[in-house]
């Protein structure tokens, strides 16, 4: 399951989410995984009030409320800001027993800038879904649906920013 959703977050409150972004404290490596990669990424972990104090949360939960239902308040689990950068390498992954709602961050992005989010087969062999970078899009999907990033051209911005929240599935 893969439902994508624009035009849901005003562009003003847009901007207040990604001046929150710039200004998070980031990590090196992989907080979702306990195993070394030669590629670590770089993130920054949230809490639910740092959803909620970058003004996402509110549409996140207008979702939640009308189409999703997968009770996020109770079923929270973690948020993660994913920054990336042109050459960056995306490893393929799932997240089991999770949904996932994803955004995106950037306020401007082009077609020829990369950063299209792969979604693959259980074999992954071939790619199933591609879902193309646009600025303020809400992507919800099963974790356990592997998946993983194209990387960004050159041409793009420096940072692309994607939040990434996790919603407890039981199954």
Known sequence: MIKIFDNKVPYDTMQQIYDFVCKSNYNLGWSDSSFEKWSPNINS???????????????IKKLDDEELNLNIDDNFSRCVVNLSKSGDYNFCHTHPNKMVILYYVNLEWHDGFGGETLFYNEKLTDAIEVSSFVPGR???????????I???????????????IFV???K
């Open 45 to 59: 972990d949230w809490t639910k009030d740092d959803v909620k104090n970058s003004k996402l949360y509110d549409y």
């Open 138 to 148: 809400i992507m919800v999907f099963d974790g356990q649906t592997p998946h993983t």
């Open 150 to 164: 194209r990387a960004q051209s050159s041409y793009g911005p420096d940072y692309r920013f994607t939040i990434s």
């Open 168 to 170: 407890d599935v039981k």
